[in-house]
C-alpha cells in the first residue's frame, strides 16, 4: 500500500495530500485513476498537472497512484507510448488495481478506432480489460469489450466468444447507459456505433394529443344555421326547386 505523501494540488497549490479524494479549496482531484476525471480540463491546466505528478515521482518513484495518476494524464494527452511505460512499470507490484489494467487496455487502443488497430493491440487491450472485470466486473469493462468485438471482429467476419452483443447484454445488466457510453467514448478519444449507442438511447416521447382541433364556434342562438333542423330546412327548399 501507498504511504501518504505530502504535496501541493496541481489544480491550485494549496497543500494537501495523497490520502485525500479532492481538494477542499478547488474541488479539484488529487491523485486521478481514470481520465472521466480531468478530461474536460483545458490543455494548460492538464500540463500543471502532468508536471506536477512528474516531480512529485522522480521523488517517490515506487508510489503506484501517483504514477498512475502520471500515466492517466499522458493518456489524456494522447501520449499512449509514454502511458504504458508507466503502466508496464507498475503493473506488477500492483496487480489488484483494475484502474491499471483498464487504462493500460485504453492505451494499446491508441485513441483509434478496433478496426484500425493492430491484432496484437486488439488482443492486448481485451487481456487488460478482462484481467480488470475479473477484479470489478463493471459497465464500462463490458461496454469496452462489446466495443471492441463490434468494431474489430464483427467488421472484419471474425467469430470471437463471447460475441459483441453477449458483452451488450453483461453492460445493460451491470447498469450501463447514455452517461457510461460518454465517458467511455471521452476515454477513448472515439464515437461508438450506432449499433451499440441506440441501445442507450432514451425513447422518443409520443406526440402530445393536439388540444387545438377546430371546433363548431356557437353564438348562443339556438337558431343557429349549423344546427341540423336549420341544415334540413334548407336542403328540402333547395329539393323542391
Not at 102 to 117: D, E, I, M, S, Y
Not at 190 to 205: L, N, W, Y
Request: glycine fraction near 2%; charged fraction near 25%.
Amino acid at each position: 500500500m501507498d504511504k501518504v505523501i505530502a504535496l501541493n494540488c496541481p489544480g491550485c497549490n494549496q497543500p494537501v495530500s495523497t490520502d485525500q479524494v479532492k481538494c477542499r479549496l478547488c474541488k479539484r482531484p488529487i491523485v486521478v485513476q481514470r481520465t472521466s476525471e480531468i478530461q474536460s480540463m483545458p490543455a494548460v491546466e492538464m500540463s500543471k498537472y502532468m508536471n506536477a505528478y512528474k516531480s512529485i515521482v522522480a521523488d517517490n518513484p515506487a508510489h503506484i497512484g501517483l504514477n498512475g495518476a502520471l500515466a492517466v494524464c499522458y493518456i489524456n494527452m494522447k501520449m499512449y507510448d509514454k502511458a504504458l511505460d508507466v503502466f508496464n512499470k507498475i503493473m506488477d507490484d500492483n496487480v489488484d488495481n483494475p484502474d491499471i489494467f483498464f487504462n493500460t487496455a485504453v492505451c494499446h487502443l491508441r485513441g483509434k478506432k478496433p478496426f484500425q488497430c493492430q491484432r496484437s493491440d486488439i488482443d492486448a487491450a481485451i487481456k487488460y480489460v478482462n484481467a480488470a472485470n475479473s477484479l470489478q466486473p463493471n459497465a464500462m469493462n463490458h461496454l469496452l469489450l462489446s466495443y471492441i468485438k463490434q468494431d474489430y471482429f464483427e467488421r472484419k467476419y471474425l467469430q470471437v466468444s463471447p460475441s459483441w452483443r453477449d458483452e451488450l447484454e453483461a453492460a445493460e445488466s451491470y447498469g450501463a447507459n447514455e452517461d457510461t457510453v460518454k465517458e467511455l467514448c471521452a476515454a477513448l478519444n472515439v464515437q461508438m456505433p450506432r449499433e451499440i449507442t441506440k441501445r442507450f438511447e432514451a425513447p422518443t416521447p409520443l406526440p402530445e394529443p393536439n388540444s387545438d382541433v377546430s371546433m363548431p364556434m356557437s353564438n348562443g342562438n339556438s337558431d343557429n344555421a349549423s344546427s341540423p333542423s336549420i341544415l334540413s330546412s334548407l336542403f328540402g327548399k333547395l329539393k323542391r326547386r
